[in-house]
């Protein structure tokens, strides 16, 4: 099963950027397609991209479209999300996670890595 570990969490005014990174383990990360999703407080987890196994398609929520971008690098077994233009609404615990289109493939959930925004 895969480990994820995510990272680059943190406080940001709004219009800011951060990039978040999710370091997987296991030998077969690179056949795998993988998300990001994200859980405010007081709501449930929600999708928020996703990217193929050969990181070739991408799609993305409509909240985040045109904003965010996911990427991946299978030689180092992480996915990547650039999140850029953030909102005080972006606020929330990210979590990547192996994917069948927009919902989670897999039950084990990283710590995740907190996303706030200010204004």
């Known amino acids: 099963q895969v480990q994820l570990v995510e990272s680059g969490g943190g406080l940001v005014q709004a219009g800011g950027s951060l990039r978040l990174s999710c370091a997987a383990s296991?030998?077969?990360?690179?056949?795998?397609?993988m998300g990001w999703f994200r859980q405010a407080p007081g709501k449930e987890r929600e999708f928020v991209a996703g990217?193929?196994?050969?990181?070739?398609?991408?799609y993305y929520a409509d909240s985040v479209k045109g904003r965010f971008t996911i990427s991946r690098d299978n030689a180092k077994n992480t996915v990547y999300l650039q999140m850029n233009s953030l909102k005080t609404e972006d606020t929330a615990i990210y979590y990547c996670?192996?994917?069948?289109?927009?919902?989670?493939?897999?039950?084990?959930w990283g710590q995740g890595a907190q996303v706030t925004g200010s204004s």
């Open positions: 996670q192996s994917v069948s289109g927009i919902y989670p493939a897999g039950n084990s």
């Open positions: 296991g030998r077969t990360f690179g056949y795998i397609n």
């Open positions: 990217i193929r196994w050969s990181g070739g398609g991408t």
